[in-house]
């Protein structure tokens, strides 16, 4: 089993930035990728950025060129760096790990909030 623990979420005005962080625990060594994902109130949940093991990155088309995914294989920890929020960014946003066999595991979400 993997954990995630989420945390940096908060309220920050438009145009502001935030950085998520999701250290994972347990059975580490099993996870190929990590990600970010997010659910606004209404919405599906969405795909806003994946990274592997080998550094490989991809993002969903509206946070292009605003936000980061990085990792930390060391301290077995994924960051999401955020900037030039804005309001459209409000959502909660999870940790997702998933295993070789593509078992997927979740954290319990951090509330972002982008006020206009």
């Known amino acids: 089993q993997v954990q995630l623990v989420e945390s940096g979420g908060g309220l920050v005005q438009a145009g502001g930035s935030l950085r998520l962080s999701c250290a994972a625990s347990?059975?580490?060594?099993?996870?190929?990728?990590m990600a970010w994902y997010r659910q606004a109130p209404g919405k599906q949940r969405e795909l806003v950025a994946r990274?592997?093991?080998?550094?490989?990155?991809t993002y969903t088309d509206s946070v292009k060129g605003r936000f980061t995914i990085s990792r930390d294989n060391v301290e077995n920890t994924v960051y999401l760096q955020m900037n030039s929020l804005k309001p459209d960014d409000t959502a909660i946003y999870y940790c997702?790990?998933?295993?070789?066999?593509?078992?997927?595991?979740w954290g319990q979400g951090t509330q972002v909030t982008v006020s206009s």
């Open positions: 990274i592997t093991n080998g550094g490989s990155t």
């Open positions: 997702n790990a998933q295993s070789s066999v593509l078992s997927n595991y």
């Open positions: 347990g059975t580490i060594f099993i996870i190929r990728t």
